[in-house]
């Protein structure tokens, strides 16, 4: 994918922009990390795209593993049920 020389294309970087999610998911096949972390340590754009990626996905893990606050939960509750009553009466 990537150029012997020179700078990644803007097709070589899409390309391997869509392999990132598989590649932190640890779904590629061992060349294909190869390649990746290749361009990765060449295209400054690209690593900062994987590390935005990594970063949210961690966070967003980290969150769907933490209870809400009951008065948050309350609130959400109240917000449901007024919606729904919106809805019933149209």
């Given at each position: 994918m990537a150029h012997d020389h020179g700078d990644p294309s803007a097709s070589d970087c899409a390309d391997f922009l869509e392999q990132i999610v598989y590649f932190?998911?640890?779904?590629?096949?061992?060349?294909?990390?190869?390649?990746?972390?290749?361009?990765?340590?060449?295209?400054?754009?690209?690593?900062?795209?994987?590390?935005?990626?990594?970063?949210?996905?961690?966070?967003?893990?980290r969150s769907c593993s933490e209870a809400a606050p009951a008065e948050l939960r309350q609130r959400v509750m109240v917000r449901i049920r007024e919606v729904q009553v919106r809805i019933t009466e149209s």
């Open positions: 932190i998911d640890n779904e590629l096949d061992a060349a294909d990390c190869s390649a990746v972390r290749a361009h990765l340590d060449t295209c400054n754009p690209c690593l900062e795209r994987y590390d935005l990626q990594r970063t949210v996905k961690s966070i967003v893990a």
